[in-house]
């Protein structure tokens, strides 16, 4: 084969040498296979036929050679020799890599289309529902001004006016209404809507029951008794599971004093905080703010005070004092030595490890150190700096407790988060630096609470039970002279 390509070279040559026209061309082609090309122009022909012809021929038998490299490749035959097929699985393998690639970033995008869909849709209702409640009260009539009953009437005379009374004032009062119509005068008035007329007779009427010896709950006397949970509303979302609602007791424009903030602590970036006009709008779930924080919430510890919302950055001893006015972090300090992400939470878990509270007297921490190893630590805290005033050890674990909260500088702790009859166990009072065991009943009514807060606000606990809304009435026995 080589002779006789040898052969046929040399005599195109010596054809070329002797018209002196003839020429050769060695080269590499793209797949790197070396090629050799020659002209030789014809003696009898001016120009050639287009029919065809070698080169065609040879153009069609590379494309043919290309094809059938390109299909190996492709199907990863096993027959190409040496360097080709080294390259060919290295590209078989680049292209699988690109692909996979591909795919991961389709269904990421996929992914955030999903949620991206979810939010705006719930977005919608919750805008739809507001448009709804807002042509409602739009449409709604206003109540008529009755004038002013005139203070002169006696109770009795009062009484003994009311239509259809067929019994003298008496006996009138001293007939026992009925178990229902009895609930029905304890609700709450600002829940009713009526003239004023017939609310101040219903006040005339109804029994309050005379202040027992111990009791002072203007004061700041020792905890007594903790009511049954009332619920006002249930979370839409798993991000409700556990969260916080709270209520500023010193409320700073443009917020005023009835509104109320919610945040949902479930999910990987816990920022968003709603805040409401007032109770009713946030048992009907209309937010009338949505703030967006600057650095992610951890936990359920947070508080609201003085126009400012004050909370633990997530992963970290940071405290953040953000400000409702401006939307913006106003101060941020370590808490020393706290222990954060896991290291001392209460005993549901949670990342509850540093827990801010108001009460009469200021804004506290509750928290635990290395030092104290895992006791917990009361600090009471500058509202402005964040710097710690002053501190407390008490002897009592944090991770042996499940929730706690500071009633006029006394640390209450509950037992459990999830028994439904459960008891506040243990007081720690900061003015004489003593603690004591306790047993005041509490109920944890959807038996997973994961957060119990002290609202100055409204004297009252705050509660996240199991997705639900919920707060308890406090009595307070009378504060002790000194």
Known sequence: MFALLSFCLCGLLMRGEAQDRATLWRGNDRGGRCHYTFTVPSPVESSCPQIGGPEVEGLKARLNLLEVLVSQLSAGDSRLPGV???????????????????????????????????????????????????????????????????????????????????????????????????????RDSAWQYGAPGFQELKAAVTEVPAPGGNEDNTGCGELLSVSEPVTHRKADNIEGKYGIWMQDPEAVSPYGPNMLWRIDAIGAEVKQMFGYEDLEQLSKGFPSKVLLLPELLESTGATVYRGSLYYQRRNSRTLIRYDLASESVAARRELPHAGFHGQFPYSWGGYTDIDLSVDENGLWAVYSTNKAKGAIVISQLDPESLGVKKSWETNIRKNSVANSFIICGKLYTVASYASRETTINYMYDTETSQGKNLAIPFKNKYGYNSMIDYSLAQRKLFGWDNFHIVSYDVRLGRQQAN
């Open 84 to 186: 080709q097929q080294g390259s060919g699985a290295r590209v078989q393998s680049e292209l699988q890599e690109a692909l996979n690639r591909a795919v991961g970033e389709r269904n990421l995008l996929q992914s955030e289309k999903e949620r991206l869909e979810r939010e705006l849709n719930g977005l919608q209702l919750r805008m739809e529902e507001m448009r709804r409640e807002t042509e409602r009260l739009r449409n709604k009539p206003c109540p008529q001004q009755t004038p002013m009953v005139p203070p002169s009437p006696t109770l009795q005379d009062r009484v003994s006016k009311r239509p259809g009374s067929g019994l003298n004032p008496m006996s009138r009062l001293m007939t026992r209404p009925s178990r229902q119509e009895d609930s029905s005068n304890l």
